[in-house]
């Protein structure tokens, strides 16, 4: 279990440029989870995967934004003509996934790429 | 819509002294409850969980929570805090017919002065 990584880390980028982030989740693990975090806040929930179907959009995410999972494995989360009103720390979660109702679900997180746009 | 109240924003405490976080959160139905921490240039990590039975729960570290069903609570306690305990700590919840989606509190930040 090497845990959750995220690539890059930090993205400094232009207004208007568009940026993409990837997301590792654990192996195995066939759930994983979007979050956006702004300074102060906790962290929002954006969208999630059931392995490669996109299952839920929050409505935070605007057309500019579109995630993929391919392969039911990693994850990118691209925003297109970037605002600064995007800057912010996006992280990503991932679970095993419950095969039933009720299931104890419990996420695990990614260290995040922080995002700025000048 | 579910939210979540963390009414502490900051928090500062000498180390040994005891340590509650309140967490309220919005929702009748039935919930998951989860306590995630942060230290200084990590990813957030969880604490501890609630799913079901004894309403205390212990986690890592030496951190417990309760579950007040009545109060919509799940505070956050430890006894006494040590200087490694300086960090945000976040409360969660989700909601057992929608266990996709977590919602979060703003956080509390603890900072413990040695």
């Known amino acids: 279990d090497t845990g959750v990584s995220q690539d890059p880390r930090h993205k400094i980028t232009k207004r208007g440029q568009n940026v993409t982030f990837r997301c590792d989740p654990i192996s195995e693990h066939n759930r994983l989870y979007w979050y956006r975090q702004t300074l102060g806040q906790g962290p929002e929930f954006l969208t999630y995967f059931q392995n490669e179907a996109q299952l839920e959009k929050s409505r935070l995410l605007s057309d500019r934004f579109s995630a993929e999972r391919p392969k039911g494995s990693f994850s990118t989360l691209e925003i297109q003509r970037t605002e600064q009103g995007d800057s912010a720390m996006y992280l990503c979660?991932?679970?095993?996934?419950?095969w039933g109702q009720g299931v104890q679900e419990t996420q695990y997180f990614g260290p995040g790429t922080r995002l700025l746009v000048l | 819509a579910q939210s979540v109240s963390q009414h502490n924003h900051h928090v500062i405490l000498s180390e040994a002294a005891s340590l509650e976080l309140g967490c309220n959160y919005s929702?009748?139905?039935?919930?998951?409850l989860f306590w995630y921490v942060q230290y200084p240039g990590q990813h957030l990590q969880l604490l501890l969980k609630?799913?079901?039975?004894?309403?205390l729960v212990k986690g890592i570290k030496g951190f417990e929570a309760e579950f007040i069903k009545s109060k919509f609570s799940f505070n956050l306690r430890k006894p006494s805090v040590q200087w490694s305990d300086t960090a945000e700590y976040f409360c969660?919840?989700?909601?057992?017919?929608?266990?996709?989606?977590?919602?979060f509190g703003s956080g509390t930040k603890l900072n413990v002065k040695p």
């Open positions: 609630y799913f079901s039975g004894d309403p």
């Open positions: 929702y009748g139905g039935t919930v998951n």
């Open positions: 969660a919840v989700n909601a057992r017919y929608n266990f996709n989606k977590f919602y």
């Open positions: 979660a991932s679970s095993p996934g419950p």
